[in-house]
């Protein structure tokens, strides 16, 4: 069992900056990847970027390149998620998730561990 926490959402103006943290716990496989995605209101989840436990391989979806850094911290077994430039269609809740290194990284299907979410909301 894998037990995620997320913190660090809120209100923040358009052009604005958050940091996202989700904090891992339990049986953490070392060749497992941790993904971040959100969910708005009346849509599906969707991927947003990941990072191998490692702290290699991050790869991000095309709408926050550029914008958001995926980050691990070893000693704290922490995740971040820092975004930058945040625009009012970033609003969502936030989710960390872990998952087996088997399969695509960019589906929410794949991953066996999600942490409970985190609201971030930009206004315009």
């Known amino acids: 069992q894998v037990q995620l926490v997320e913190s660090g959402g809120g209100l923040v103006q358009a052009g604005g900056s958050l940091r996202l943290s989700c904090v891992a716990s339990?049986?953490?496989?070392?060749?497992?990847?941790m993904g971040w995605f959100r969910q708005a209101p009346g849509k599906e989840r969707e991927f947003v970027a990941r990072?191998?436990?490692?702290?290699?391989?991050?790869y991000y979806a095309d709408s926050v390149k550029g914008r958001f850094t995926i980050s691990r911290d070893n000693s704290k077994n922490t995740v971040t998620l820092q975004m930058n430039s945040l625009k009012p269609e970033d609003t969502a809740v936030y989710y960390c998730?872990?998952?087996?290194?088997?399969?695509?990284?960019?589906?929410?299907?794949?991953?066996?561990?999600w942490g409970q979410g985190t609201q971030v909301t930009v206004s315009s």
């Open positions: 998730a872990n998952k087996s290194p088997r399969g695509s990284s960019d589906s929410a299907a794949n991953y066996d561990y």
């Open positions: 339990g049986r953490i496989i070392s060749t497992s990847v």
């Open positions: 990072i191998r436990w490692s702290g290699e391989g991050k």
